[in-house]
């Protein structure tokens, strides 16, 4: 691993060097841990400089044993977030399901699964999390079910002109018997977004929409009773006490009318470039407005948060007007390859988008639906945020921490995946066998590849699971693992894990960190970027050979061994430094 440098490290020469002297290793100190408060005393706004951790609580720490992580898992665990230096914790789907896909199909929304836990394990987490000083956000599904819902096993019992048939897209087939899809959309998952059902009396009768996979039935937003649960759903977890929501698949509730032809094959491929019939439009937007009056009815400045894929960041401005949610992911950026000019210009896109509507922009680089960004930036540009190649893990783990500190350089709030702070790769060598992810298993769209960031994550250098459960692990870990596990890192001064622990103090204590909307950016050699916030410069090198800059002062953290005087710094390939003038 490369080495980080923290303030204490940086020369404090009166005149030049002869020569540029190395900041030389040193040992971090270990974050200290936060001052224990509750989240009542937290001031509003705070969503506009979080840093908010997503967890996935199968992947997490298992509790019990049974090679699946819970909720307690995770409850035992809040102080090393805590400690970390995040502010909130996201949580992945943790509701009563089948596991069709991992979660994200709905069988109860006011349940817990018990692979997870229960009720009362969830208001347990949520309470000692207050207590850490740390915010819960929870997942919420609101553009399908699963098709064990109570809703869709009534409308399919009832058969044809059942009420409860509105609540979903139920339509009749074309061609002669009715053997065609109603329309040529595709799932994202592959293969038809439509399956014909077979009728209480045998016979083959309507079709179904599902965008994603067979078990996942979309609902139908025109009926007015799909607002009604929804918004009942809202105040149950409300009501429990979490902060927030991430609304899945935000973009996609409200269908076009008449459910029209697109005309086209291979349809995932034109995702992110043009408004599809059944994303982005426009009229999820009165959905959100009726949302955000219930969550502004609550004491403690809770959020909503958007997964919203939109072929450009101004339409992903359109879901943080002021009326509506209030951070949405910014996936320009996370698709973005580790490039300065073309950084540069996400960027500047993203503030500009954001400015207008007095949102936070909000800056993240993996999560559970993509390959971690240390396996992504070790392979070459152009293969997309689904790659199965391992690459130069070298290459990939220095390019990583150097986008992270860049990351938390920028004006706004950021995300951190699980485990990312433990510079995990992606596991890209799985066998077919334990896959789980249900786009594996279809014929054609994305590769399904997600279950290679979604192995859990380690604790410890030895154990059945490195810590993370004492009967193994629901996918299994690589064998060097071990040296990547928290334990392994704790301590050590150029680990990826104090790394993070130190930027996010970092972050947390300089006055020009954190909320605002604006960068000054500097003159620098091609293939850098550097940006000036208030006292504070962040200098990127994202070439593959050292680079001289002019020195801006002290420095602050690295991700790499810079040679300094007081007028210049050499920073290796691949390096981002933070500089402050305070």
Known sequence: MTQQHSADTAPTASAPAAHPAP?????????????????????????????????YPRSFADSDGDGMGDLEGVRTRLPYLRDLGVDAVW?????????????????????????????????ALIRDAHGLGLRIIVDIVPNHSSDQHEWFKRALAEGPGSALRDRYHFRPGKGRNGELPPNDWESIFGGPAWTRVTEPDGRPGEWYLHLFAPEQPDFDWEHPAVGDEFRSVLRFWLDMGVDGFRIDVAHGLVKAPGLPDIGSHDQVKLLGNDVMPFFDQDGVHDIYRQWRTILDEYAGHRIFVAEAWTPTIERTANYVRPDELHQAFNFQYLST???????????????DAMRPVGAPATWVLSNHDVTRHTTRFANPAGLGTQIRLPGDRALGLRRARAATLLMLALPGSAYVYQGEELGLPDVTDLPDEVRQDPAYFRGAGQDGFRDGCRVPIPWTRTGPSYGFGDGGSWLPQPADWAELSVEAQTGAPDSTLTLYRTALAARRAHPDLGAGDTVEWLTSPEGVLAFRR?????????????????????VLLTNGEVRATTETAELPADTTVWWTRA
């Open 337 to 351: 390859h580790w490039d300065a000019a073309e950084l540069r210009e996400v960027i500047d896109r993203t503030l």
């Open 534 to 554: 208030g006292d504070f410069v962040c200098v990127a090198n994202t070439t593959g050979e050292p680079v001289t800059v002019p020195s801006y002062g002290r």
């Open 91 to 123: 949580l992945s789907p943790f509701y009563a399901s089948p596991q069709a896909d991992a979660g994200y199909d709905v069988a109860d929304y006011r349940a817990v699964d018990p692979m997870f836990g229960n009720l009362l394990d969830a208001d």
């Open 23 to 55: 900041l030389a290793p040193a040992t971090v100190p270990e974050a200290a841990p936060a001052a224990v408060t509750t989240v009542a005393a937290d001031r509003s706004g705070w969503w506009r400089d979080a840093v908010i951790y997503q967890v």
